[in-house]
């Protein structure tokens, strides 16, 4: 079995890094970082990602939200919001985009890894490619 491709979209670095460290102890493959929503769907087209863990917030004219519309009508590629905001403007926004997940920093290891598990299996599900029992 192949290992999940997980991009991780996180504009502040330190974070970025942290998250990727969770990833690999799960044994998630990362294999990149992109900080901006432009550099996030240039990284998708590259990688191909199983699944994008997406902050909202990021530098640059356009946010995570946006960012993960595109992503998922050009690459069908589920999305996971990674936010330390949790209003009511920008969850209905989120909500629009159809995502698989949506965790508020800080988060712990394995409300993460639950999480992601939890995205790709409805994804899978989603797609015809598992059972929802499975």
């Known amino acids: 079995m192949t290992q999940t491709k997980i991009l991780v979209v996180e504009d502040e670095?330190?974070?970025?890094?942290?998250?990727?460290?969770?990833?690999?102890?799960?044994?998630?493959?990362?294999p990149s970082i992109a900080s901006s929503g432009k550099e996030?769907?240039?990284?998708?087209e590259i990688t191909f990602p199983d699944l994008v863990l997406m902050d909202i917030m990021l530098k640059g004219d356009m946010d995570g939200v946006e960012a993960a519309e595109q992503i998922r009508q050009l690459f069908d590629v589920p999305v996971v919001y990674l936010t330390a905001y949790s209003d009511e403007k920008i969850l209905a926004r989120a909500k629009?985009?159809?995502?698989?997940?949506?965790?508020?920093?800080?988060?712990?290891?394995?409300?993460?890894?639950s999480t992601i598990e939890l995205a790709l299996h409805n994804y899978r599900v989603e797609k015809g490619l598992e059972k929802p029992d499975e």
């Open 13 to 30: 670095k330190i974070v970025a890094l942290g998250i990727k460290k969770m990833l690999k102890n799960m044994g998630y493959l990362v």
């Open 96 to 113: 629009r985009t159809k995502p698989f997940g949506y965790l508020t920093k800080p988060f712990e290891e394995n409300s993460l890894h």
């Open 40 to 44: 996030a769907i240039s990284k998708a």
